[in-house]
């Protein structure tokens, strides 16, 4: 995968695409063979950087009894531009500010007061924020309708930041420069 590259990761369900992107994250460690960066670096041998260096957005994330902005925020520098302008290019913003204390307001215990597919658009939103060189969705937008989908999905295309992107939908590959799609745990094809 090139720099700043877009990759759909296709396959139906079970077909490991799950598997392959823990991998990758580093939530899995492979029991043979290495994933190489730059052609060179073990990612297991600096995991620490290669950990800083990637987003990751699970089929379902965990979010804290902290508001909106903490939840994405999360420790990094605050850009109040910067998180407008994300919560915006997804269609969150009108969802915000319906609660009575907009940005602030706490969504609870694994973000119960939001529906599952506002909690998929932060996810995003808290991958995109922090800049990362890589970023890995599994099956992120499964609870999107598909006026939501392609705003993500146009957000994705044009980030400065290399994007592996895992579905069981075929329609989306036109918003990536390349598809693996993987079948019985192996890859099949390359398009």
């Known amino acids: 995968i090139k720099k700043n590259q877009k990759i759909l990761l296709s396959g139906d369900s079970g077909s490991g695409k799950s598997s392959l992107l823990d991998l990758i994250a580093g939530l899995m460690k492979p029991s ?3 994933i190489i960066l730059d052609n060179e670096i073990n990612v297991y041998d600096n995991f620490d ?6 987003a990751f957005v699970a089929q379902e994330n965990f979010f804290f009894n902290k508001s909106i902005k903490e939840n994405i925020v999360q420790g990094e520098n605050f ?3 910067k998180l407008n302008n994300l919560v915006e290019k997804v269609n969150l913003g ?7 204390e907009g940005i602030k307001t706490e ?3 694994s973000g119960i007061k939001m529906s ?12 995109i924020y922090k800049n990362p060189k890589f970023i890995i969705l599994d099956e992120c937008t499964s609870a999107l309708d598909l006026k939501n989908e392609v705003r993500v999905l146009e957000l994705l295309k044009q980030l400065d930041s290399a994007i ?7 329609n989306i590959e036109k918003y990536f420069d390349r598809t693996f799609k993987i079948k019985d745990n192996k890859l099949i094809e390359i398009n």
Request: charged share 20%; aromatic share 8%.
């Open 79 to 81: 850009n109040e531009e």
């Open 49 to 54: 950087h290669w950990k800083n260096m990637i």
């Open 94 to 100: 009108d969802v915000i500010n319906k609660f009575p």
């Open 107 to 109: 969504i609870g215990n």
């Open 32 to 34: 043979n063979g290495n």
């Open 164 to 170: 592996i992107f895992s579905s069981h939908k075929t």
């Open 116 to 127: 599952g597919g506002q909690l998929q658009r932060l996810a995003i939103i808290r991958a």
